[in-house]
Each structure stands twice: as structure tokens, then as C-alpha cells.
């Protein structure tokens, strides 16, 4: 009972510390369990802050309680910021309604989990897609607690899809516009792509989508009946996919007549076969063409055979194959003799022909024809010509296999082309050699017609007898008669090398016409023909053009009516033909009763140097250039010049222009320009001239204009005298013994580093002298002869101002004192400068007091008002008007007062002193002209 009751007793304590162990045991498992549990949870978490997508809860409502950094990161929120934030407020308002129907479904259905793809807007408003996955947390009830969700920014795989889409279309566009057929199966043979252009070659009705995924080789099994052997298709096709080899242009034959040609090209991706590529084409045209060609091969052999052109073929490797009698004739070979040897070998061609003929087989092996020269020998070694028409040529299989050229002898058209080379260089020699004699006779008579004209002109102001003056009258008009001549050639010349060009500028007609008419008056009344004139009233006046060559025409044409016409008229007329609104078509006639042409001649008289017969130049003299020149002249204009005439009643010329309208305004700009002669007055001039005659005459216009005359024999001299003083111009001949006026100009330029003013003096009237001049660093030119006012107008654009400036200085301080008097002045004029700027035309000279004297009185009368009426505008504006004649007439004692009053640089208004000054002495110079001329 004790070993019981101890055994019992044992049992207790041993119960009793199993307990007591399994109650540590399961304090130590909780311990353990709330141990790991933290750790899971900080690892948890530690995961969730670092992670780079977007992990984020919400309560049951869809308001945000947690949100990860990388939430913050790419959303552009903070953390308090979305914290309270509805979720839906980020998502795209295109797609809210659609996901937030999605999400109440999920927790509708209490689905537990989904996946989502939809756009956001961040905080910088940029448009993100995230792929999201959803979690409900649901109570023990199902109800939902709250919401964990983890999203992806998945905008890249969007934009990839996109773009997979837009290649997909495209891919699927291209194939569709394919015009072969195309059948695309997988490793399994089943159908990826077909598109519209197979199931119309093949009749069917079925769409491509249609056959997608479908057996290839069930469906042509089907429809085997329309081939003309199906069998043999499908067995053939089977064949094809067993080897996986490329197989090109295989042509079938369908039932109803049709040919088509298959391609079969296999596929392999990273060197595993993926599946192979159908490419069916229709070439029954092409078929049919290939026939009619082989049927009509033999007809044209025939007829080239028959045209004596030579047919040779070529292999890919250029030896013959073929070539026809004819190349055989050519060459001198026999056929035997050149078959399968290299064409270039064969016909010893040189080293050029046989880069063409390489050229040629690369085009060949292209695909293309094209012709070419080359020069071949034959056996003989007798060069030939010869024309190469190539093409090439292909088998049954569409594969190259050579070129046949067709070859014309062109021979003889070579040797004709050298010759016409040969003339042309010829020509142009000729024509260079005619251009270089024009322009040295040009300087040749040129030079003695500046002298001869230039010492009329001096003599014309000597004290002369009336039969000394009948001399120089007599010198005057041959003269200037031989200058119509030397200007005739030159004009002709001009034109004759397209070298003529037309100016424009703004004139009247009817002063073009008057000025044009003057030289004719006494001719008119000498022979005492009668002259009509007939000016449409409804043309305009004001027109832009190139009156000086228009005027030329005219003249050139009334002095051929003159000169033969001994009785009767000459009429010239102009007609308004059509008014447009920025131009108006004039009709020119000039009409005479002279001796006529033949009707056989018409067409000679417009050749240069042509007249109706030899006896014409001796009898009325001339050139026989004047009517070539007009006519090109009227070209010019758009023209065409035509003629009526008839033996011994007379002739018509006629010609039809448009001319573009002008403005009266651009004329009278133009007319306000006065030639200053005050500031040639002192100027320094270098004259570089080699002829006596030539420096005298320009010396003596020089000495009249008041310039100081320096003279250099030729370029040499010039540099010389530029080194050691300094000139305000340079007049310079172009021609001179040891060196002419370019050369000097370019070393002036070049060596001296002057910029001083130079002018050229060139007896060469030759297009192209001009641009010799300017490139040889010349200011300007000027043609001999030259008339006083020519050069004078050419010496005022670069003349310097200082002394002109100096003396408006000087008069402005001597007008700012208004206790200068009028007496203290010595009032006087001179014509000198009048007479000397219009050749000593004293009557010209009268005319031009008797104006002067009216626009004077004129001047003060409303000069006086406009200061009465404080307008000192208008008081400058008439002092301006009237200051070119105050310089014409050299009245010094205004030249600078009246550019006080004028000012027109600056906001000083004349004084009441200047103005009754101004007044005074011009009052006193109108008296004084009075005076002189009674």
C-alpha cells in the first residue's frame, strides 16, 4: 500500500511539474510567436517604405490611411497631403466613372482580390498608367474593413503597346496594300497572316481574318480544282516545307488560264525554324507579253537586219553569243571568228569605251537599259563609231543571263561633229578677233573724232570770220556724221553679241518726241518735204523706259525716210493700241513717198550691212546697219519691226511696244538736278592722256570749268605724280604706251592704297569696258568724245565739298549779323557757266535770263507773304527751289545766303534780317539783268 501510495504520490508531482512545464512551455511560445511576429512586421514594412512601387491602403469609404514613399515619389502628394484624400480625386476624369464602377462591383461580388489598369494625373498634372492590384479586408461577417492595394507605374508598357498597335496597323496596312499574294503559316501550319490580294487571286469569298489559325494545307486541299494539276501543287508545296529551302518563281498554272508564280522563303529566328512565308504573284499579263515578244523576236531580227544595224548578245560575263550579219559587216570579223570571246577584248576598245561599257553592265545588272557612244576597232584597226542601244536579258525564271545591244554606225556623224567643233572654235575666234578689232577702232577713231569735235567746240567761242566759220560748221557736221557711223558699228556689235541691254528710267513722250524731231527740221525744210506728226490724244505722256534707244529707233527710221525720199512727205504717227492699267501697247508708223523697195528685197533689208543694191551707199551713204539695229532694238522692246513698200511710191514701217506708265513727280525730282559748277571751281585733276589733241581739248573744258590741270603722258607718269601729290580727281585714258589705265588704276588701288576718285576717258565704246573699268577699282567712265556737260555732270558726283562747305560756313556767319548791309555787298552775275554747260547758245542763254528774271519776282513777292504770314516753312521751301539758278547764274552774293534761309538739315527758321537781305540783293541782280539786256 505504500509503494502505492508513494507510487501515487509520485504520479501527482510528476503531473503537477508537467503543468508547471507546459505552462512555460506555452509562455515561452508566446513569447516566441509575439517575437516573431514584430520581427515579420518591421521586415514587412522595412519592404513596404523602400519598395519602389506604390503601396497604399484605404479605408471601406476609399479614403487613403496609408501611403508608402513611393506613393509620394510618384504621385507628387506628400504623405499628410493624401492621407484623407479620396483615392478616385487622382484618377483621369476620362476614366473615374469607369473605375469606380469596376471597384464597386468588386465590392459588391466581395471578390478579394482584382487587377485594374487605368491612368492617373500626378500633381504636376502629367498623365501616368498603373496596373493595380486590389485586396478587400473583410471582417469576420464579410463585411468590408478597408482596402490594400499595391500599383505599378506601367506608362512605359503603355506607350509600347501603343506604339506595338501602330506598328501592328501599319504592318497590317502594308501587307494589305501588297499587290502579291501573301500567306504567312507557323511551325505548325496553321495560318498567322493573309491578306485581301490571296483570297482575290484565289476567288474566295472568305475575309483574311477569317482564315487566321486556320490548316494551310486543309485549305488548298479544298479548292485543289482550281489549278490546272492540284495534285502536283500540294505535292509540290509539301515538298517545300520538308527541305525548308527558299524556293523563287515557280510557276503554276490554274484551270481557268491564269499563271501565277509562288515564292517560298522559310523562316528562322536565333537559327530556329518559326514557320515560312507564301508569295503568290498573277503574271498571266506578263506571261502573254513574254509570249508576243517570243512570237515577234524573228520580225524584228528582220527588221533590224534590214535597217543595216548590228545585233550582238552577250553573256554575264560579256562573251558573245549571238551576233548578226551586220555587227559581223561593221567590225570586218566573221561570226565564227567572235563567237564566245569578250566583246572588249574582241573590239580593241580604249580604255574610256571600256570604263562605258563596265558602266553599262552594272546598269544591266540592274535592270536597266540605256544607250551609249563609243569608238571600237575593227580587224582592220580602222576606228568606228558606234551607238550601243542595251538592254538586258533574263530566262523563263525572270534571272539575268546577258545584254543584247543593238549598234547604229554613226561614223560618219562623228567625223562631222568634229568638223562643226572646229568651225565653232573657228567662230568664236573669229568673233573674239572681231570684238578686239571693234574695240581698237573703236579707240582708234575715237581718240582724233575727241579732239577734232572737242577743238570745234573751243573754236566755236573764238572771234571767227563767217567763212572760218562755215569751216568749222563743215568740220562739225562731218564729224559728227562719221560719229553716227562709228556708233552704228558699235550698236550693231553690241546687239550682234546679245551684249545690248535696255535702261529705264522715267521721260515724256512728247519732249522725246520734240528732241527727237529738232535734228530733222532742217533736212525737212532743205529738200522741202512736208513732215506729219499724228500723236494719239488718248496715250498717256508719263511713261518708264528707255527713251534714248526709243528715240533711236525713230530717227534711225525718219532719217531713212528723208534720205530717200526727194518729194512729197514723211509722216510718223503713234496709235494707243490697248490701255492696261499699269502699261499702255503703242503703234509706231513712219511713213514716207520715197523710192521704195523692191518686193524681192524685203527680206534682205534688215541684214546687216545690207542695202537694195550697190548704188544706195554711194548715192545716200549709210552703212546698211541702221534698219538691223532698229529692228533688234524693237526685239528689244518685245517688238517686232515690220515693213510695207512699193517701188517708187514709197515705204512704211511700223512696230507695236508697251510701254509702262509713269509719274510726272519722278520727272520733276529729276529736273531739279542743276550741274553746281562752283565746286569744279579750284579742283586738283591728274589727266592721264597720251594724244596731244586729247590733253588740249580736256585741258582747255578743265581751265573753262575754273579746275587746276595736272598732266601725265601715261599710267607710269600717274603713279609717279600720286606719290608725290594729292589730286581730288583722276581722268584716265585706257590706252596709253607703257602703261595703260587699268593696270595704273589696280597699282593705285594696290600699291598706293589711294582711294582717290578715278574716271575713266574710253574711246572704246564696247559692252564690257565698263566692267573692266569697275573690276580694275575705277569710280566711274566716260565715253570720248564727251561734251562739257557729260564731264562735268561725271566730275560733281565725286567731287569733293570742303570748299563748297567752307563758303556756306563762311556766308551763314556773315547772315547771323543783322547789321550787314546790302550796299556792303558787291551784287553781280555770270553767264560764262551758262554758256559754257550749253555750248555757248546765247539764245538758249537769253531764254534762260528772261525765266530767271520771272521766277525772281516770282520768289520775293511770295517769299515776303510767307514771312508776313509766319510760314517759315514755305520761306525755305522757295529758297530751296531757287537756289540750282542762283548757282547757274554764279550770283555770289547769294550762293551762301540762300543755303542760310534753306537749312533743310536742321529746325532753325530764317530771320526777318536774312530774308529781307536775301530779297534786296536778288531785287538788284533782276535789276541788273534788266539793265544788260537793253
Same mark, same amino acid.
Given at each position: 500500500?505504500?509503494?502505492?501510495?508513494?507510487?501515487?504520490?509520485?504520479?501527482?508531482?510528476?503531473?503537477?511539474?508537467?503543468?508547471?512545464?507546459?505552462?512555460?512551455?506555452?509562455?515561452?511560445?508566446?513569447?516566441?510567436?509575439?517575437?516573431?511576429?514584430?520581427?515579420?512586421?518591421?521586415?514587412?514594412?522595412?519592404?513596404?517604405?523602400?519598395?519602389? #512601387?506604390?503601396?497604399? !491602403?484605404?479605408?471601406?469609404?476609399?479614403?487613403?490611411?496609408?501611403?508608402?514613399?513611393?506613393?509620394?515619389?510618384?504621385?507628387?502628394?506628400?504623405? /499628410?497631403?493624401?492621407?484623407?484624400?479620396?483615392?478616385?480625386?487622382?484618377?483621369?476624369?476620362?476614366?473615374?466613372?469607369?473605375?469606380?464602377?469596376?471597384? /464597386?462591383?468588386?465590392?459588391?461580388? *466581395?471578390?478579394?482580390?482584382?487587377?485594374?489598369?487605368?491612368?492617373?494625373?500626378?500633381?504636376?498634372?502629367?498623365?501616368?498608367?498603373?496596373?493595380?492590384?486590389?485586396?478587400?479586408?473583410?471582417?469576420?461577417?464579410?463585411?468590408?474593413?478597408?482596402?490594400?492595394?499595391?500599383?505599378? $507605374?506601367?506608362?512605359?508598357?503603355?506607350?509600347?503597346?501603343?506604339?506595338?498597335?501602330?506598328?501592328?496597323?501599319?504592318?497590317?496596312?502594308?501587307?494589305?496594300?501588297?499587290?502579291?499574294?501573301?500567306?504567312?503559316?507557323?511551325?505548325?501550319?496553321?495560318?498567322?497572316? +493573309?491578306? @485581301? =490580294? %490571296? &483570297?482575290?487571286?484565289?476567288?474566295?469569298?472568305?475575309?483574311?481574318?477569317?482564315?487566321?489559325?486556320?490548316?494551310?494545307?486543309?485549305?488548298?486541299?479544298?479548292?485543289?480544282?482550281?489549278?490546272?494539276?492540284?495534285?502536283?501543287?500540294?505535292?509540290?508545296?509539301?515538298? &517545300?516545307?520538308?527541305?525548308?529551302?527558299?524556293?523563287?518563281?515557280?510557276?503554276?498554272?490554274?484551270?481557268?488560264?491564269?499563271?501565277?508564280? *509562288?515564292?517560298?522563303?522559310?523562316?528562322?529566328?536565333?537559327?530556329?525554324?518559326?514557320?515560312?512565308?507564301?508569295?503568290?504573284?498573277?503574271?498571266?499579263?506578263?506571261?502573254?507579253?513574254?509570249?508576243?515578244?517570243?512570237?515577234?523576236?524573228? !520580225?524584228?531580227?528582220?527588221?533590224?537586219?534590214?535597217? !543595216?544595224?548590228?545585233?550582238?548578245?552577250?553573256?554575264?560575263?560579256?562573251?558573245?553569243? $549571238?551576233?548578226?550579219?551586220?555587227? &559581223?559587216?561593221?567590225?570586218?570579223?566573221?561570226?565564227?571568228?567572235?563567237?564566245?570571246?569578250?566583246?572588249?577584248?574582241?573590239?580593241?576598245?580604249?580604255?574610256?569605251?571600256?570604263?562605258?561599257?563596265?558602266?553599262?553592265?552594272?546598269?544591266?545588272?540592274?535592270?536597266?537599259?540605256?544607250?551609249?557612244?563609243?569608238?571600237?576597232?575593227?580587224?582592220?584597226?580602222?576606228?568606228?563609231?558606234?551607238?550601243?542601244?542595251?538592254?538586258?536579258?533574263?530566262?523563263?525564271?525572270?534571272?539575268?543571263?546577258?545584254?543584247?545591244?543593238?549598234?547604229?554606225?554613226?561614223?560618219?556623224?562623228?567625223?562631222?561633229?568634229?568638223?562643226?567643233?572646229? +568651225?565653232?572654235?573657228?567662230?568664236?575666234?573669229?568673233?573674239?578677233?572681231?570684238?578686239?578689232?571693234?574695240?581698237?577702232?573703236? /579707240?582708234?577713231?575715237?581718240?582724233?573724232?575727241?579732239?577734232?569735235?572737242?577743238?570745234?567746240?573751243?573754236?566755236?567761242?573764238?572771234?571767227?570770220?563767217?567763212?572760218?566759220?562755215?569751216?568749222?560748221?563743215?568740220?562739225?557736221?562731218?564729224?559728227?556724221?562719221?560719229?553716227?557711223?562709228?556708233?552704228?558699228?558699235?550698236?550693231?556689235?553690241?546687239?550682234?553679241?546679245?551684249?545690248?541691254?535696255?535702261?529705264?528710267?522715267?521721260?515724256?513722250?512728247?519732249?522725246?518726241?520734240?528732241?527727237?524731231?529738232?535734228?530733222?527740221?532742217?533736212?525737212?525744210?532743205?529738200?522741202?518735204?512736208?513732215?506729219?506728226?499724228?500723236?494719239?490724244?488718248?496715250?498717256?505722256?508719263?511713261?518708264?523706259?528707255?527713251?534714248?534707244?526709243?528715240?533711236?529707233?525713230?530717227?534711225?527710221?525718219?532719217?531713212?525716210?528723208?534720205?530717200?525720199?526727194?518729194?512729197?512727205?514723211?509722216?510718223?504717227?503713234?496709235?494707243?493700241?490697248? @490701255?492696261?492699267?499699269?502699261?499702255?501697247?503703242?503703234?509706231?508708223?513712219?511713213?514716207?513717198?520715197?523710192?521704195?523697195?523692191?518686193?524681192?528685197?524685203?527680206?534682205?533689208?534688215?541684214?546687216?550691212?545690207?542695202?537694195?543694191?550697190?548704188?544706195?551707199?554711194?548715192?545716200?551713204?549709210?552703212?546698211?546697219?541702221?534698219?538691223?539695229?532698229?529692228?533688234?532694238?524693237?526685239?528689244?522692246?518685245?517688238?517686232?519691226?515690220?515693213?510695207?513698200?512699193?517701188?517708187?511710191?514709197?515705204?512704211?514701217?511700223?512696230?507695236?511696244?508697251?510701254?509702262?506708265?509713269?509719274?510726272?513727280?519722278?520727272?520733276?525730282?529729276? +529736273?531739279?538736278?542743276?550741274?553746281?559748277?562752283?565746286?569744279? *571751281?579750284?579742283?586738283?585733276?591728274?589727266?592721264?592722256?597720251?594724244?596731244?589733241?586729247?590733253?588740249?581739248?580736256?585741258?582747255?573744258?578743265?581751265?573753262?570749268?575754273?579746275?587746276?590741270?595736272?598732266?601725265?603722258?601715261?599710267?607710269?607718269?600717274?603713279?609717279?605724280?600720286?606719290?608725290?601729290?594729292?589730286? $581730288?580727281?583722276?581722268?584716265?585714258?585706257?590706252?596709253?604706251?607703257?602703261?595703260?589705265?587699268?593696270?595704273?588704276?589696280?597699282?593705285?588701288?594696290?600699291?598706293?592704297?589711294? $582711294?582717290?576718285?578715278?574716271?575713266?576717258?574710253?574711246?572704246?565704246?564696247?559692252?564690257?569696258?565698263?566692267?573692266?573699268?569697275?573690276?580694275?577699282?575705277?569710280?566711274?567712265?566716260?565715253?570720248?568724245?564727251? =561734251?562739257?556737260?557729260?564731264?562735268?555732270?561725271?566730275? %560733281?558726283?565725286? +567731287?569733293?565739298?570742303?570748299?563748297?562747305?567752307?563758303?556756306?560756313?563762311?556766308?551763314?556767319?556773315?547772315?547771323?549779323?543783322?547789321?550787314?548791309?546790302?550796299?556792303?555787298?558787291?551784287?553781280?552775275?555770270?553767264?560764262?557757266?551758262?554758256?559754257?554747260?550749253?555750248?555757248?547758245?546765247?539764245?538758249?542763254?537769253?531764254?534762260?535770263?528772261?525765266?530767271?528774271?520771272?521766277?525772281?519776282?516770282?520768289?520775293?513777292?511770295?517769299?515776303?507773304?510767307?514771312?508776313? #504770314?509766319?510760314?517759315?516753312?514755305?520761306?525755305?521751301?522757295?529758297?530751296?527751289?531757287?537756289?540750282?539758278?542762283?548757282?547757274?547764274?554764279?550770283?555770289?552774293?547769294?550762293?551762301?545766303?540762300?543755303?542760310?534761309?534753306?537749312?533743310?538739315?536742321?529746325?532753325?527758321?530764317?530771320?526777318?534780317?536774312?530774308?529781307?537781305?536775301?530779297?534786296?540783293?536778288?531785287?538788284?541782280?533782276?535789276?541788273?539783268?534788266?539793265?544788260?539786256?537793253?
Amino acid at each position: 500500500m505504500d509503494n502505492l501510495e508513494n507510487l501515487r504520490k509520485q504520479l501527482e508531482q510528476e503531473k503537477q511539474l508537467r503543468v508547471t512545464l507546459e505552462q512555460e512551455l506555452a509562455l515561452k511560445k508566446e513569447q516566441l510567436e509575439r517575437y516573431v511576429q514584430k520581427e515579420n512586421e518591421e521586415k514587412y514594412r522595412t519592404v513596404i517604405e523602400t519598395a519602389t #512601387d506604390i503601396v497604399y !491602403k484605404t479605408d471601406a469609404k476609399g479614403y487613403f490611411t496609408y501611403v508608402n514613399p513611393a506613393a509620394e515619389r510618384i504621385v507628387g502628394f506628400a504623405q /499628410h497631403e493624401l492621407l484623407g484624400m479620396h483615392f478616385s480625386s487622382l484618377i483621369d476624369p476620362e476614366y473615374r466613372e469607369r473605375v469606380m464602377e469596376f471597384y /464597386h462591383e468588386q465590392f459588391k461580388s *466581395r471578390t478579394p482580390s482584382t487587377y485594374l489598369e487605368y491612368p492617373i494625373i500626378t500633381r504636376k498634372g502629367e498623365r501616368l498608367w498603373l496596373g493595380q492590384n486590389v485586396q478587400l479586408e473583410l471582417t469576420g461577417t464579410g463585411w468590408v474593413n478597408g482596402v490594400s492595394s499595391f500599383a505599378r $507605374d506601367i506608362s512605359d508598357r503603355m506607350k509600347a503597346d501603343e506604339q506595338l498597335k501602330l506598328l501592328n496597323l501599319r504592318f497590317s496596312s502594308i501587307i494589305n496594300n501588297i499587290h502579291s499574294g501573301i500567306l504567312l503559316e507557323s511551325s505548325e501550319r496553321r495560318v498567322v497572316i +493573309a491578306n @485581301d =490580294t %490571296l &483570297c482575290r487571286m484565289f476567288n474566295s469569298s472568305a475575309k483574311p481574318e477569317h482564315v487566321v489559325d486556320a490548316s494551310c494545307l486543309d485549305i488548298f486541299k479544298s479548292m485543289k480544282y482550281i489549278f490546272k494539276d492540284g495534285d502536283a501543287v500540294i505535292e509540290n508545296m509539301e515538298a &517545300c516545307v520538308q527541305k525548308r529551302e527558299k524556293q523563287l518563281n515557280v510557276e503554276i498554272a490554274l484551270a481557268d488560264g491564269r499563271i501565277f508564280e *509562288r515564292d517560298y522563303i522559310p523562316i528562322f529566328l536565333n537559327g530556329i525554324y518559326t514557320g515560312h512565308l507564301w508569295k503568290y504573284r498573277d503574271i498571266t499579263e506578263q506571261k502573254k507579253i513574254q509570249q508576243t515578244l517570243l512570237e515577234s523576236e524573228e !520580225k524584228y531580227r528582220r527588221i533590224i537586219q534590214n535597217m !543595216k544595224l548590228g545585233l550582238l548578245v552577250v553573256d554575264n560575263n560579256d562573251r558573245i553569243v $549571238d551576233a548578226n550579219p551586220n555587227f &559581223c559587216e561593221m567590225t570586218g570579223y566573221k561570226q565564227e571568228e567572235i563567237m564566245g570571246w569578250p566583246a572588249g577584248e574582241i573590239l580593241l576598245v580604249s580604255e574610256e569605251s571600256k570604263s562605258e561599257i563596265r558602266k553599262a553592265q552594272g546598269l544591266r545588272k540592274d535592270g536597266v537599259s540605256n544607250a551609249y557612244e563609243i569608238q571600237v576597232s575593227s580587224k582592220t584597226g580602222k576606228p568606228v563609231w558606234m551607238m550601243i542601244s542595251g538592254s538586258p536579258i533574263y530566262d523563263s525564271n525572270h534571272k539575268l543571263i546577258g545584254s543584247i545591244g543593238i549598234h547604229l554606225d554613226i561614223t560618219e556623224r562623228k567625223l562631222q561633229e568634229v568638223a562643226l567643233r572646229e +568651225a565653232h572654235l573657228k567662230a568664236e575666234q573669229s568673233a573674239h578677233s572681231k570684238e578686239v578689232f571693234l574695240a581698237n577702232m573703236s /579707240h582708234e577713231v575715237r581718240t582724233p573724232m575727241n579732239a577734232v569735235l572737242g577743238m570745234a567746240r573751243l573754236l566755236e567761242h573764238a572771234n571767227l570770220t563767217t567763212k572760218e566759220r562755215g569751216y568749222l560748221d563743215a568740220i562739225k557736221v562731218s564729224s559728227e556724221n562719221l560719229l553716227v557711223i562709228i556708233n552704228d558699228i558699235l550698236d550693231f556689235s553690241k546687239i550682234d553679241q546679245g551684249k545690248m541691254q535696255l535702261e529705264e528710267t522715267t521721260f515724256s513722250f512728247s519732249e522725246m518726241i520734240k528732241a527727237a524731231m529738232v535734228q530733222f527740221e532742217f533736212k525737212f525744210m532743205e529738200k522741202n518735204l512736208s513732215f506729219f506728226r499724228k500723236i494719239d490724244p488718248a496715250m498717256g505722256d508719263i511713261f518708264r523706259g528707255d527713251p534714248t534707244r526709243l528715240s533711236q529707233v525713230l530717227t534711225n527710221l525718219i532719217s531713212n525716210s528723208v534720205k530717200f525720199t526727194e518729194e512729197g512727205h514723211v509722216s510718223l504717227s503713234c496709235y494707243l493700241v490697248a @490701255d492696261e492699267p499699269s502699261s499702255q501697247r503703242i503703234r509706231f508708223t513712219v511713213s514716207d513717198t520715197g523710192v521704195g523697195i523692191e518686193k524681192d528685197k524685203l527680206v534682205d533689208i534688215f541684214e546687216s550691212f545690207m542695202q537694195e543694191d550697190s548704188t544706195i551707199s554711194r548715192k545716200y551713204g549709210g552703212t546698211g546697219l541702221g534698219l538691223t539695229i532698229s529692228k533688234q532694238l524693237v526685239k528689244l522692246f518685245g517688238g517686232e519691226l515690220l515693213v510695207e513698200s512699193e517701188k517708187g511710191k514709197g515705204s512704211s514701217f511700223s512696230f507695236e511696244i508697251d510701254l509702262k506708265k509713269g509719274h510726272m513727280a519722278d520727272i520733276n525730282k529729276a +529736273a531739279e538736278v542743276v550741274l553746281d559748277y562752283d565746286r569744279l *571751281r579750284d579742283l586738283k585733276v591728274l589727266l592721264v592722256e597720251d594724244n596731244k589733241l586729247n590733253q588740249f581739248v580736256a585741258t582747255a573744258i578743265l581751265d573753262q570749268f575754273g579746275a587746276k590741270t595736272v598732266l601725265a603722258a601715261n599710267g607710269k607718269e600717274a603713279l609717279e605724280k600720286l606719290g608725290k601729290e594729292r589730286f $581730288d580727281i583722276v581722268l584716265m585714258d585706257l590706252q596709253m604706251p607703257v602703261m595703260g589705265g587699268l593696270e595704273a588704276t589696280r597699282l593705285i588701288r594696290e600699291q598706293l592704297k589711294s $582711294d582717290v576718285p578715278v574716271i575713266a576717258l574710253t574711246a572704246n565704246a564696247i559692252k564690257g569696258d565698263s566692267d573692266k573699268c569697275l573690276a580694275a577699282g575705277m569710280n566711274d567712265y566716260i565715253s570720248k568724245p564727251f =561734251t562739257n556737260i557729260g564731264l562735268a555732270s561725271k566730275m %560733281l558726283k565725286y +567731287a569733293p565739298l570742303k570748299r563748297y562747305e567752307k563758303l556756306e560756313q563762311a556766308s551763314e556767319v556773315n547772315t547771323d549779323k543783322e547789321e550787314t548791309k546790302t550796299d556792303d555787298i558787291t551784287v553781280s552775275y555770270d553767264l560764262q557757266k551758262l554758256l559754257d554747260g550749253f555750248e555757248g547758245n546765247d539764245e538758249f542763254a537769253r531764254n534762260m535770263v528772261d525765266l530767271f528774271i520771272e521766277t525772281a519776282e516770282e520768289t520775293m513777292h511770295d517769299m515776303e507773304h510767307a514771312m508776313a #504770314d509766319n510760314n517759315p516753312e514755305l520761306v525755305k521751301s522757295l529758297a530751296h527751289k531757287i537756289k540750282p539758278s542762283i548757282d547757274i547764274f554764279n550770283i555770289r552774293a547769294l550762293t551762301g545766303l540762300v543755303r542760310s534761309i534753306e537749312r533743310p538739315e536742321d529746325r532753325i527758321n530764317p530771320s526777318a534780317a536774312q530774308v529781307n537781305e536775301f530779297v534786296g540783293i536778288l531785287a538788284e541782280v533782276v535789276r541788273q539783268m534788266e539793265n544788260d539786256k537793253k
